[in-house]
């Protein structure tokens, strides 16, 4: 469901670094993939500060990539579920993390999926079999996304 900036009058907020555009671009990818736009937005800032040319290194030898730092260990699941070949492309890279996103929140609750989101469904796991059942950046996340909301109330 694509809607126009005039009939979604709070998707928009002034607060952070991303145009008009690439809000209302992401706005309808959280309808069609029905997953909390607030959320997505909370995962782009924990995840790159809403910098879109985001590069990290990681240890395994594998980089992030943009604005929600999708790892080369995605470039398959990109191709396969979302027909994208450049992570360094913005508005891809929004559409495989949005679409990443909602599968592991559909399939493990908010918290456990954003852990998912972030370490890897393998990851996740291992955290759990530990007792572990949040981390810090699903924490700083969920923190973040109540304070978007509050903006967006306040808009």
Request: net charge negative.
């Amino acid at each position: 469901i694509q809607v126009e900036q005039a009939e979604v009058p709070n998707y928009y907020m002034a607060e952070i670094p991303l145009d008009k555009d690439l809000q209302l671009y992401t706005y309808n990818l959280c309808q069609e993939k029905q997953v909390d736009y607030d959320l997505v937005l909370a995962v782009m800032w924990n995840e790159s500060r809403f910098n879109a040319n985001a590069l990290n290194y990681n240890t395994n030898g594998t980089y992030d990539h943009g604005i929600m730092q999708i790892n080369d260990i995605m470039k398959d699941y990109a191709l396969e579920s979302c027909n994208v070949k450049d992570l360094n492309n913005t508005k891809d890279n929004i559409l495989v993390g949005t679409t990443r996103l909602s599968e592991m929140v559909q399939k493990y609750g908010e918290s456990q999926g954003l852990i998912a989101y972030g370490l890897g469904e393998n990851g996740m796991e291992k955290l759990n079999r530990k007792g572990k059942y949040s981390t810090q950046s699903s924490r700083d996340v969920l923190s973040k996304r109540d304070e978007f909301k509050l903006i967006i109330k306040t808009n």
